[in-house]
Nanobody, 118 residues
Framework: QVQLVESGGGLVQPGGSLRLSCAAS????????MGWFRQAPGKEREFVAQ????????YYKDSVKGRFTISRDNAKNTVYLQMNSLKPEDTAVYYC???????????WGQGTQVTVSS
């Protein structure tokens, strides 16, 4: 059983930056594909970014390409999401997730709130 805990959310102005982290316990993070998802008020949860086990391959939702960067430090059992040039439409609860390569995500964190507003 893997437990995931997100942190780093908060209130930021448009054009600002935040760095989210996802700390894992109860398992070896290098065994899993990692992803970030988000859910805005009144909307369904959507995919944001994904990174493979070694960190050598990433994939992003089109609207965040060039602004967000997913990375991982397997030695620290931690995954990150660097968010730059934030827009009001990025406002959402952001969730970290883990799953075996090529399979649906199995584990989810509790989420961290990101609010982009003037």
């Amino acid at each position: 059983q893997v437990q995931l805990v997100e942190s780093g959310g908060g209130l930021v102005q448009p054009g600002g930056s935040l760095r989210l982290s996802c700390a894992a316990s109860g398992g070896t993070l290098s065994s899993y594909t990692m992803g970030w998802f988000r859910q805005a008020p009144g909307k369904e949860r959507e995919f944001v970014a994904q990174i493979n086990r070694s960190g050598g391959s990433t994939y992003y939702k089109d609207s965040v390409k060039g602004r967000f960067t997913i990375s991982r430090d397997n030695a620290k059992n931690t995954v990150y999401l660097q968010m730059n040039s934030l827009k009001p439409e990025d406002t959402a609860v952001y969730y970290c997730s883990a799953g075996p390569p090529g399979a649906p995500y199995d584990y989810w964190g509790q989420g961290t709130q990101v609010t982009v507003s003037s």
